[in-house]
């Protein structure tokens, strides 16, 4: 009953920037925390950022400095605002919603996965 769309992948030269966006779908009373993460080929699925209801981020420490996550609490959308792209952050990057309340229970929900490729 609740579906997360990401979207904004693409290709993208290394020191260029991206900007992904995941919007929570349903009927949802309340998102306790939105983040992200990445799978790299022959890689375990890692971190990338988190955010809270209430603004408090966390980051990974390859990203630090390089990644901006924001929320949007009144359209259930996060951000992930990507610069000074390199070409290990390529991997499919998947929008995590943690602790979603909805009229049948709560639950947590993964999105579908955007590409980002990065050429070095």
């Known amino acids: 009953q609740v579906q997360l769309v990401e979207s904004g992948g693409g290709l993208v030269q290394a020191g260029g920037s991206l900007r992904l966006s995941c919007a929570a779908s349903?009927?949802?009373?309340?998102?306790?925390?939105m983040g992200w993460y990445r799978q790299a080929p022959g890689k375990q699925r890692e971190l990338v950022a988190t955010i809270t209801s209430g603004g408090s981020t966390n980051y990974a420490d390859s990203v630090k400095g390089r990644f901006t996550i924001s929320r949007d609490n009144a359209k259930n959308t996060v951000y992930l605002q990507m610069n000074s792209l390199k070409f290990e952050d390529t991997a499919v990057y998947y929008c995590?919603?943690?602790?979603?309340?909805?009229?049948?229970?709560?639950?947590?929900?993964w999105g579908q996965g955007t590409q980002v490729a990065v050429s070095s």
């Open positions: 349903g009927s949802i009373f309340s998102i306790n925390a």
């Open positions: 995590k919603a943690d602790w979603v309340q909805t009229p049948w229970g709560t639950d947590n929900y």
